[in-house]
């Protein structure tokens, strides 16, 4: 736990609209960073591009503010380079599902240590609420002429197919709840997504908060569930079972720990099948000179090239 | 003085990559430097490929045509390269009935040339039918029953037939070699050094070699051509390696401290990634490992999703602390444009190695190129200058990454190093590289960095001091910002915070000495200047001599960094000469309209090469003189298949 004297939040007045999930978020994510004990100086959070990305400009830990899309890279760069900072990522679902959707797929696989919290609103709130990944088929939001003829993009299906080794769902006005959710995904040793439900006040008028009060239910309250693979043997039973959850939607919404897989090497332990001190000696902790000199010898390293 | 071009061509994927690098070792082994360029096609197996080696014993820089030897391995080879035949054309003899028309991987378009001459010259379309041409024309005409000499080659090793076939290139090779009086014993050498440790090749190869000399002796009276003699680096106990320029790049980013390489696969590009992937965990030197109590060095090296996703995690690897780099060619960049601009804002050193190949698109994946130059200046959208080099041959390459590691974090910028197929692809020997001259300057870097950090705090030369993430808390965005990288659009602030940006690059262009921006080769008081960059260099240091020894007095002016350019010197150089010739490989003459750009000189004669091909010194030699002869504006050049 850190003191409540550390601020993890800017002074900057943060300029989302009145009832913005956002504010829920960022409040679950200060909570979680403290009780975890991460100081501000030891996380980094990642973000895209919209209201979801402006996270690191009101938090106050490291802040990365990227490209449209592109935090997932970005995340993977930082904590391939310094895996002792906490990584997290925070990005909207045009971020991660559409126009990064790319980077999303791949993150699954390569199982990197970061978390991905995934604003989920199904617009593009900050252009003014076009439809966005989430958004379902035939729904037509205040701020579209016409419904929407593009079919949604399931985030949980996407990231079980990924190889995500640990997938939830929280909602951003369940503030501790998402908060315990939060906290599980970064104690995760590998890529985590947290489907984060989040209503747009302001341009999604069909998922409101009463919407989905009316349907969210949290899979640990039913009686022996348990989303962890902990031996290989046990994985197609889970991910059907999380399979199941992930197509609940119009009826019943599950939040929660949906699946966690603790049967799959993170990334930094494949690398060090090849290169046997890397977590030890990350790139940053690595020298590269000494007194401003190199310290290799190109005829020492590349004998494969030497003809004499 | 021995200037020899060696030429080998035989279906890809079948040997002739190896054969290619075995005669490289060996003219090494017999004390010569060397270049071969590769030709090859986007294809695995079967299509047309070929090895021009050019053997010399200063400075082997470039191609050249006429070959002194050609070796056809199969009938394609014949067809494609009859023309090249200076003087010996090695064939198999097995092939002699073969007709063009039936050879499927041959392009229509060279099948029609090559039908036209033999018709022109009353011969069949046959194998036969162009050994009578070549007769007709003086050549020495070599034939060589190479499948009964791999059954000889099988059975002396005791091996099946069929397990040893890609020896048959070996055969082909070591024929080649005999007429030039390479000894039997430096090509087995050379055998051995490229199947290092495999023995199971190395054995029946050997065996081809010897069972190819032995052949040539008995038919061929032994030598057919001037021996040549013992190269000047024979024997030396400087040791000499032999590379391509991606090799090359890897070995730089190696001795420059990188320690995060990311790349999506594209050709000529990958090979470099794959080449830091094979060395990514190294030996540290033992002073070094003393002085640090380390033994070895590692780089991560991540084959992304997209080139998008490669510059974006190399750009997350240097705002954590590392030392980091992509490599990708052309099509890449495009997608790297976005990124881009985002390191230009945020600051982020990050080098992206571009290997230019044939555009625009998809274009000549596999050809030449000189035409990404305009993309490397100007890629990507806002006020985004970046620090752009363009390496000309092997030995500037291994330099230019380090001093671009450098320049990135010094001057915290995206630097573009730029080299082409005709580098990446091309092997080449160089000497060990010296590393005593070799400095490593990570520039400002603050020990104890205040909370929250300062990341972008105005300065004098316009560079901030860096903290990495995690040494205290920094704020970046891909938003214009205050000094402490928080979004910022105030209107006075925006004037400081892009000025700040932009005098970088006058500290940048201030600080970097001029031998790292510019050479001028050859007389500097000669009436006629050729202006060129990158793999230019090597065509036009030829040519300046031929030229010379035909009394034609000529300098070159080569060009390695594009930005910050260095004006002013360019200027005095071209307007001080009589005769200014622009060279390079690219239809529109980029860099002649970035000389204007940058200059206000406009280079009155250029000749330029866009068939994907690299120059050959024969064709530029003969192109200057066009143009002194004629005044012509422009020489489009087009030697070689």
Redesign the interface.
């Known amino acids: 736990m850190v003191s409540e004297q550390v601020k993890y939040q800017?002074d900057?007045w943060k300029d989302w609209c009145p009832g913005c999930g956002n504010y829920g978020i960022i409040t679950a994510l200060e909570m979680a960073l403290r009780e975890l004990g991460i100081p501000?100086?030891?996380a980094?959070d990642?973000g895209g591009?919209g209201c979801s990305g402006k996270l690191?400009?009101f938090l106050?830990?490291?802040?990365?503010?990227?490209?449209h899309g592109?935090p997932?890279?970005?995340?993977?760069?930082?904590?391939?380079?310094?895996p002792?900072?906490t990584v997290l990522v925070d990005a909207g679902d045009g971020d991660t599902l559409g126009i990064g959707a790319?980077?999303f797929?791949?993150a699954g696989r390569r199982n990197v240590d970061i978390t991905i919290l995934l604003h989920d609103n199904g617009v593009y709130g900050l252009t003014k609420g076009q439809a966005s990944p989430t958004l379902g088929l035939f729904i037509k939001t205040k701020a579209l002429s016409k419904p929407n003829i593009n079919a949604p993009v399931n985030p949980i299906l996407l990231a079980l197919a990924s190889g995500y080794t640990f997938i939830a769902r929280g909602y951003a006005y369940h503030v501790k709840q998402l908060k315990d959710i939060i906290k599980a995904a970064i104690q995760h040793k590998g890529t985590a997504l947290v489907d984060i439900l989040q209503p747009c006040p302001t341009y999604n008028n069909v998922y409101t908060k009463e919407w989905y009060e009316q349907r969210i239910y949290y899979v640990d309250q039913e009686e022996n569930w348990n989303p962890v693979v902990e031996k290989p043997e046990e994985l197609e039973a889970k991910m059907e079972q999380t399979i199941a959850k992930a197509l609940e939607w119009d009826e019943r919404i599950p939040l929660g720990i949906l699946f966690q897989n603790k049967t799959v090497p993170e990334y930094l332990d494949r690398?060090k099948t090849?290169?046997?001190?890397?977590t030890e000696?990350?790139?940053?902790r690595?020298?590269?000179?000494?007194d401003?000199?190199?310290?290799?010898?190109?005829?020492?390293?590349?004998v494969?090239?030497?003809?004499? | 003085m021995v200037d020899l071009v060696f030429e080998i061509g035989g279906p890809q994927g079948g040997g002739i990559e190896s054969a290619g690098q075995i005669a490289l070792r060996a003219f090494m082994l017999k004390g010569y430097r060397v270049y071969g360029t590769r030709e090859y096609h986007s294809n695995i197996m079967g299509k047309h490929s070929y090895f021009n080696i050019r053997v010399r014993e200063d400075r082997a820089l470039a191609p050249n045509l006429p070959a002194d030897i050609v070796v056809a391995l199969d009938a394609e080879s014949v067809f494609t390269h009859y023309n090249d035949v200076g003087e010996f054309l090695v064939y198999d003899t097995g092939v002699l009935s073969k007709d063009i028309d039936s050879i499927q991987s041959m392009s229509k378009y060279l099948k029609a040339r090559v039908k036209e001459e033999l018709d022109a010259n009353g011969v069949p379309h046959t194998v036969e039918g162009v050994i009578k041409l070549l007769e007709k024309r003086g050549k020495r005409l070599v034939g060589v029953p190479l499948r009964s000499l791999l059954k000889t080659t099988a059975e002396k090793a005791g091996v099946s037939l069929v397990s040893i076939s890609r020896a048959i290139n070996t055969i082909g090779l070591a024929v080649g070699m005999s007429l030039i009086g390479v000894e039997v014993e430096k090509l087995q050498k050379a055998i051995e050094l490229f199947f290092a440790g495999k023995q199971k090749v190395i054995k029946p190869n050997v065996i081809a070699a010897q069972v190819a000399y032995d052949y040539a002796k008995q038919n061929f009276g032994g030598i057919h051509r001037e021996v040549i003699p013992d190269g000047p680096h024979i024997n030396t106990d400087k040791p000499r390696l032999v590379v391509s320029g991606n090799d090359v790049v890897a070995m730089g980013k190696i001795a420059g401290g990188l320690r995060v390489q990311t790349y999506y696969p594209i050709t000529p590009a990958a090979d470099e990634s794959l080449y830091l992937e094979k060395f990514e965990d190294f030996p540290l030197t033992p002073e070094a490992a003393e002085k640090l109590g380390l033994e070895r060095g590692g780089i991560v090296v991540v084959q992304t999703e997209d080139e998008i996703s490669a510059l974006n995690m190399a750009i997350g690897a240097s705002l954590a602390g590392a030392r980091s780099a992509t490599s990708t060619s052309g099509p890449g960049l495009s997608l790297m444009a976005e990124a881009l601009g985002y390191a230009g804002i945020i600051e982020a050193p990050v080098v992206i190695t571009l290997y230019m190949r044939g555009g625009p698109s998809t274009g000549m994946p596999t050809r030449n190129s000189q035409s990404d130059l305009f993309a490397a200046l100007f890629q990507g959208h806002g006020d985004l200058p970046r620090i752009v080099i363009a390496s000309g041959d092997h030995e500037e390459a291994f330099y230019d990454a380090i001093k671009a590691l450098n320049w990135a974090e010094k001057y915290q910028t995206p630097v573009i190093h730029l080299l082409e197929k005709a580098i990446a692809n091309a092997m080449k020997d160089i000497f060990n590289p010296d590393l005593s001259n070799v400095v490593i300057d990570r520039g400002k870097i603050e020990k104890n960095p205040p909370k929250p950090f300062p990341r972008f705090k105005y300065t004098e030369d316009g560079i901030s001091p860096r903290a990495f993430l995690g040494d205290t808390v920094v704020w970046y965005t891909s938003n214009e910002h205050d000094q402490f990288g928080r979004r910022n659009e105030d209107p006075v602030e925006r004037i400081k915070m892009q000025d700040k940006r932009l005098k970088k690059f006058e500290t940048a262009a201030k600080e970097i000495p001029l031998e790292d921006k510019v050479t001028l080769y050859g007389d500097p008081d000669a009436k006629i200047t050729i202006v060129g960059w990158g793999a230019v260099k090597g065509a036009a240091l030829d040519a300046i001599d031929k030229l010379k020894e035909e009394g034609i007095n000529a300098n070159y002016l080569h060009i390695r960094m594009f930005m910050p350019f260095p004006s002013d010197y360019v200027k005095s150089v071209l307007e001080k000469a009589e005769t200014v010739i622009g060279v390079e490989g690219n239809a529109l003459a980029q860099a002649a309209q970035v000389i204007r750009m940058f200059t206000g000189f406009d280079i009155p004669h250029l000749v330029v090469k866009y068939t994907g091909r690299p120059i050959f010194v024969a064709e530029l030699v003969e192109s200057v003189k066009h143009i002194l002869r004629t005044g012509d504006k422009k020489v489009v050049l087009s030697l070689g298949q």
């Open positions: 800017a900057t501000p100086e030891k980094v990642v591009i690191p400009e106050a830990i490291n802040g990365v503010h990227t490209l592109r997932i890279p970005v995340a993977t760069g930082i904590k391939l380079t310094r002792e900072l790319a980077h797929v791949a690398l090849r290169i046997p001190f890397i000696l990350p790139p940053y690595q020298p590269i000179e000494v401003g000199k190199p310290i290799v010898d190109i005829a020492q390293i590349f494969d090239k030497l003809v004499m």
